[in-house]
């Protein structure tokens, strides 16, 4: 069994991740995060509460640990949180990342999950990776950062291996989210006999399926090339108007829909999709649909 730590393991694609491991038959999972998870998988796991911004206590774990593999989730995830606290998101997502990979040896395989948001705005779409990287958000920026901290663990032998994630989502996942809060936006207005409000209908995104997204992580740690960066995304988009005519089928009646002038944004980029082909040439495909993705998201309540 390879030893693996999983970072960020409360949240909602770690939660993910480590049932998938434990499903598969893992059973050397050590966890970190602030919070712990869920009651069943914190008894199968073992988990230790640490702030990934205190070095002294995040390098005894890992000395404790000498994981073989780690996959670094843990972040400030939501955008808007982080424009509204960008010391914190610093912290966690710069110096948290820092002070992980410094406690690594040499070999040590590492998933270092980034974003699409460090892409220059603007990018034509399909996005490769290649691209001009430029975010002007803080949590695009401090995304970043990360990545040139994995950088510098590369060279002094931590096999870092960058999987820059589009869209996701899935059961458990927040209304802090698209999906996960337009079908709470939905649900509401057909109990109160309302239409929906909802912010700006045009822009096409790429959407995976949480699972998809671990898949390719799993992919990568195994047998990603270390420094390189992969984008994790369908290469397919999905308008949010499509999303939300989806949404009202799967509800089966018929709601009005208003645009809401305080949630739409009119700087939203009309499309954000990525070019997944070097992705795709390790293997790996998506299995779960749009479909049948925003299936499991309007029935998870």
């Known amino acids: 069994m390879v030893r ?15 049932a998938r491991l434990l499903d598969a038959g893992e059973t050397e999972l050590f966890g970190l995060s602030r919070t712990p998870p869920e009651d069943a998988l914190l008894q199968r796991i073992d988990w230790r509460g ?3 911004r205190d070095a002294d206590a995040v ?5 404790e640990v000498r994981p073989e593999r780690v996959f670094h989730l843990a972040a400030r995830a939501h955008p808007m949180d982080c424009e509204r606290h960008p010391t914190e998101a610093f912290a966690v997502q710069v110096g948290g990342t820092g002070n992980l990979l410094a406690g690594l040896e040499p070999g040590t395989r590492v998933l270092l999950a980034s974003t699409a948001q460090v892409y220059a705005r603007g990018t034509p779409s399909p996005i490769p990776e290649n691209a001009p990287v430029g975010p002007t958000r803080v949590y ?25 994630a589009f869209n996701h989502s899935g059961r458990g996942q927040s209304e802090d989210y698209v999906l996960p809060a337009l079908a709470a936006s939905l649900r509401r207005a057909i109990e109160a006999a309302e239409p929906v409000r909802t912010g700006n209908l045009f822009p096409r995104r790429d959407f995976l399926h949480v699972s998809d997204v671990l898949s390719a992580y799993e992919h990568l740690v195994s047998e990603g090339e270390a420094g390189t960066v992969y984008n994790v995304c369908r290469g397919e988009g999905t308008s949010i108007a499509e999303v939300l005519e989806e949404l009202v089928r799967l509800a089966g009646v018929e ?25 795709r ?3 790996w495909s998506p299995q779960v649909g749009v479909a049948a993705l925003l299936s499991e998201v309007w029935n998870a309540h």
């Open 59 to 63: 390098r005894r774990r890992v000395d």
């Open 50 to 52: 640490i702030d990934l």
């Open 4 to 18: 693996t730590l999983v970072s960020g393991a409360s949240g909602f694609v770690g939660r993910a991740l480590l």
């Open 255 to 279: 709601v009005e829909t208003e645009i809401d002038p305080g949630r739409a944004r009119p700087d939203d980029p009309p499309e954000i999709v990525g070019d997944p082909t070097r992705l």
């Open 140 to 164: 695009g920026l401090s995304k970043l950062a990360a990545e040139g901290l994995a950088g510098a663990a590369s060279e002094r032998g931590v096999e870092v291996v960058i999987a820059r």
């Open 281 to 283: 040439s390790l293997g």
